[in-house]
């Protein structure tokens, strides 16, 4: 199956603010495993600063994760 290459941002719901870290670039070959792909990541993003889990869960409800497939990197 084809790779494609997507850029993920993170936004709050409720202000639309962009949240560290701002966005990532990688490949998935759909947009249901690029998003599962950027939760992962933000997920581990956060566990390794130390964060607590109630912090991790208030975080998953207020972040909406956009994916946008790229063209060419």
């Known amino acids: 199956m084809k790779t494609n290459v997507y850029k993920s941002i ?3 719901k409720k202000t639309g603010i962009e949240i560290p870290p701002f966005y990532i670039i990688h490949k998935a070959e759909n947009i249901k495993q690029a998003n599962q792909a950027a939760a992962s990541w933000l ?3 956060y566990k390794d600063k ?4 109630d912090f991790l869960n208030t ?3 207020s972040t909406k994760i956009i994916n946008i497939r790229l063209k060419k990197l």
């Not at 130390?50 to 889990?53: D, L, P, T």
Request: hydrophobic share 25%.
């Open 10 to 12: 993170y936004i709050n």
């Open 50 to 53: 130390q964060r607590g889990s």
């Open 43 to 45: 997920y581990s993003y």
């Open 59 to 61: 975080l998953f409800k």
